[in-house]
T-cell receptor, first 114, second 109 residues
Framework: DAGVIQSPRHEVTEMGQEVTLRCKPISGHDYLFWYRQTMMRGLELLIYFNNNVPIDDSGMPEDRFSAKMPNASFSTLKIQPSEPRDSAVYFC????????????FGAGSRLTVL | KNEVEQSPQNLTAQEGEFITINCSYSVGISALHWLQQHPGGGIVSLFMLSSGKKKHGRLIATINIQEKHSSLHITASHPRDSAVYICAVSEDSGYALNFGKGTSLLVTP
């Protein structure tokens, strides 16, 4: 398996623009997580899905953020409109089974909003 | 929310030294994870444990559930071990992870 695949790896955009980050989890993994990492706050969970259903989105900062998982092999995280404070590295991770299991992280998408 | 504290925040060691990184948390957990983040940014899961001790090569992770404490040990450290080590916990009530701020380790030749 190629691991968790994220795109784009880097995105530079201007304030107010829409940003879409994409993630392909490992085949067979039924949990998918979106995390954000900043220098100030470290890693934070934004939302996670189980079998394509959003389970906990309490970490999503505000209504400008939305995430979808239309099928088991694809998820998106959208920011509309983007703001400079959204600049961060966004990680997608997936795991298999219920409870706490080992996570496999994607390489991350580094977002810069000017 | 589980408060996850790591110490030290930064650590410099000479090659060959034995290294210990500590993690404490405030609420009962179902599992604790140790993650490694290299300067390039990628995150790798090193260990997931809910009791006792695990060993992988030169890395050893231990956890004391009663004391709500875990340690990550690196024996015979090497410059390639230089990375940020992150502790994360998943609570009994859910699956989401709470992360520590990380320990930045630099191993010099």
């Amino acid at each position: 398996d190629a691991g968790v695949i994220q795109s784009p790896r880097h995105e530079v955009t201007e304030m107010g623009q829409e940003v879409t980050l994409r993630c392909k989890p490992i085949s067979g993994h039924d949990y998918l997580f979106w995390y954000r990492q900043t220098m100030m706050r470290g890693l934070e969970l934004l939302i996670y899905f189980n079998n394509n259903v959003p389970i906990d989105d309490s970490g999503m900062p505000e209504d400008r953020f939305s995430a979808k998982m239309p099928n088991a092999s694809f998820s998106t995280l959208k920011i509309q409109p983007s703001e400079p404070r959204d600049s961060a590295v966004y990680f997608c991770a997936s795991s298999s089974g219920s409870g706490a299991n080992v996570l496999t992280f994607g390489a991350g998408s580094r977002l810069t909003v000017l | 929310k589980n408060e996850v504290e790591q110490s030290p925040q930064n650590l410099t060691a000479q090659e060959g030294e034995f290294i210990t990184i500590n993690c404490s948390y405030s609420v009962g957990i179902s599992a604790l994870h140790w993650l490694q983040q290299h300067p390039g940014g990628g995150i790798v899961s090193l260990f997931m444990l809910s009791s006792g001790k695990k060993k992988h090569g030169r890395l050893i992770a231990t956890i004391n559930i009663q004391e709500k404490h875990s340690s990550l040990h690196i024996t015979a450290s090497h410059p390639r071990d230089s990375a940020v080590y992150i502790c994360a916990v998943s609570e009994d009530s859910g699956y989401a992870l709470n992360f520590g701020k990380g320990t930045s380790l630099l191993v010099t030749p």
